[in-house]
């Protein structure tokens, strides 16, 4: 969708045998009949604009995409070094040249604290404001408990339970 074209010769999505992108990136995608998921391990490798600083930095997330994306430049954002079968080695992911533009299939960027941290304090000295630093940490299994403490002092859970086991009565 951010590329020049996505082309769609089997028919996967749409009975067009292609469409126009947005342009924002020089890329060009051909979708294919199977969708590929897989976890993976990586690293920045073009650390400039919305990466800047993290060149270098390992990521993991994972895959999600049906087809190929060809970047004419054939540069790459992201360095693939590990699937779940085991070592890799190929590019993904484009950046446009004024490194305002990322499009990636690797998923969860943002579950990696270094890539988040560094991605807002890139974002923050753009707009002039002061960087932030140090660990903050989301502990989402605390405050899942706290929000699960809240619906049970709030609702009648016998009577949830009687619901989920029975059924409302007619």
């Known amino acids: 969708m951010l590329g020049s074209s996505i082309h769609d010769p089997s028919g996967v999505e749409s009975s067009e045998g ?74 993904d992911g484009a950046i446009n040249a004024k490194g305002t533009v990322l499009g990636t299939y690797m998923h969860g960027l943002f579950h990696n604290p270094a890539f988040r941290q560094t991605m807002l304090n890139t974002l923050r000295r753009r707009r002039g404001l002061p960087e932030k630093w140090g660990s903050r940490d989301i502990k989402k299994e605390q405050h899942y408990d706290k929000l699960a403490e809240l619906v049970r002092g709030s609702l009648d859970m016998s009577a949830i339970y009687k619901i989920v086991e029975q059924g409302v009565g007619d």
Do not use: C
Request: glycine share 16%.
């Open 18 to 91: 292609g469409v126009l992108g947005l342009g924002l990136l020089d890329v060009v995608t051909i979708f294919a009949p199977q969708k590929s998921t897989a976890q993976v391990r990586g690293r920045v490798v073009a650390g400039r604009g919305l990466l800047e600083g993290m060149a270098g930095l390992e990521l993991m997330g994972y895959e999600i995409h049906m087809g190929q994306t060809k970047d004419s430049n054939n540069a790459g954002v992201f360095h693939i070094y590990e699937t779940p079968e085991g070592q890799a080695d190929y590019l």
